[in-house]
C-alpha cells in the first residue's frame, strides 16, 4: 500500500443511506417540530451540541446535522433536499 493510498483510505466517506435518512427526517419536537432535521437552523443545533443531544438515533442524526454544518459542508444537503422533494412528490 503506498502512502497516497494509506491516507485516502483513513479518511471517512460518507454513507449514501445515512445522509438519505438525514435528509427525510423530521425533527418530532420542539420549535421546530416538523421540520427536516437538515433544515435546522444552525443556531437550534448549536444549543443541542452545548446542552446534550437527545438519547438514540435522534441524537445521533442531530449531532452529523451538528458537525455539517460547523464545519461549512451544508453543500452536502442541496442534492438530498432535491432527492426528498422528488420522493415527496405525488
Known amino acids: ?3 497516497d ?3 485516502t483510505s483513513q479518511q471517512p466517506v460518507p454513507d449514501a443511506g445515512e445522509l438519505l435518512a438525514l435528509a427525510s427526517t423530521r425533527m ?3 420549535k421546530y417540530q416538523g421540520r427536516l432535521l437538515i433544515d435546522l437552523p444552525e443556531p437550534y443545533v448549536v444549543w443541542f451540541a452545548q446542552n446534550g443531544f437527545p438519547e438514540g438515533n435522534l441524537g445521533r442524526m442531530m449531532q452529523e446535522v451538528y458537525e455539517i454544518k ?3 459542508l451544508e453543500y452536502l444537503f442541496t442534492p ?3 432527492a426528498e422533494r422528488q420522493s415527496s412528490d405525488p
Do not use: A, D, S, Y
Open 28 to 30: 418530532p419536537f420542539g
Open 1 to 3: 500500500m503506498t502512502k
Open 80 to 82: 438530498l433536499r432535491k
Open 5 to 7: 493510498t494509506q491516507e
Open 70 to 72: 460547523v464545519n461549512g
